[in-house]
């Protein structure tokens, strides 16, 4: 079965700093790529997804991804986060099985 | 559309206690997931149902069960409850491959 790791557990980050989230994927087949964002007391919620293309994908709030296929990996990033972007990040894959997993979250906390 | 609703939002029960959480997904989708959300776990995924058939299943202990109704509304069971398995439950649902969220279950078990 296909795993999510996602390395960095809680990134604290002033307003106006660049933002770059790691998300690695163990399954070596035809993927679905996706970054869920969870506000505080809000539901999750999706950010941006990949599903074939080109593999730099654009998403809400100027968050974007970058899908490499040789490091297995789906980096979200920001050029420059706001307060408000305070929430916790999910990355998930769904393989051609529809097996949709993800990681176990990034907490990220935005000082004004 | 209406999104996917989830009852009751808030739950305390007993260790040993038994407890069933609905789920409604958004209409036309056929598929429901279910999910335990607990701090540095992220998302353990539970089980997916789809046409009233459990077409996945994760990595949980029996006593977590569900089921899906012609309706694609979705129950799942929790038996003999246990403290850990106080966590945030989240059901979603999907047509293709985006999955929409609900607000949750939020269960404690003392």
């Known amino acids: 079965a296909q795993s999510v790791s996602q390395h960095n557990h809680h990134v604290i980050l002033s307003e106006a700093a660049s933002l770059e989230l790691g998300c690695n994927y163990s399954y070596g087949g035809t993927v679905n790529l996706f970054w869920y964002v969870q506000y505080p007391g809000q539901h999750l919620q999706l950010l941006l997804k990949?599903?074939?293309?080109?593999?730099l994908v654009k998403g809400i709030k100027g968050f974007e991804a970058e899908f490499i296929k040789s490091k297995f990996s789906f980096n979200l990033r920001k050029p420059s986060v706001q307060w408000s972007d305070t929430a916790e990040y999910f990355c998930?894959?769904?393989?051609?099985?529809?097996?949709?997993?993800f990681g176990a979250g990034t907490r990220l906390t935005v000082k004004p | 559309k209406a999104g996917v609703t989830q009852t009751p939002r808030y739950l305390i029960k007993t260790r040993g206690q038994q407890v069933t959480l609905s789920c409604s997904p958004i209409s036309g989708h056929r598929s429901v997931s279910w999910y335990q959300q607990t701090p540095g776990q992220g998302l353990q995924f539970l089980f997916e149902y789809f046409s009233e058939t459990q077409r996945n299943k994760g990595n949980f202990p029996g006593r977590f069960s569900g089921r899906q109704f012609s309706n694609s509304r979705s129950e799942m069971n929790v038996s003999t409850l246990e403290l850990g398995d106080s966590a945030l439950y989240l059901c979603?649902?999907?047509?293709?491959?985006?999955?929409?969220f609900g607000p949750g279950t939020r269960l404690t078990v003392t």
């Open positions: 998930a894959v769904n393989d051609n099985n529809n097996d949709m997993r």
């Open positions: 979603a649902s999907r047509e293709a491959y985006e999955q929409y």
């Open positions: 990949y599903f074939s293309g080109d593999p």
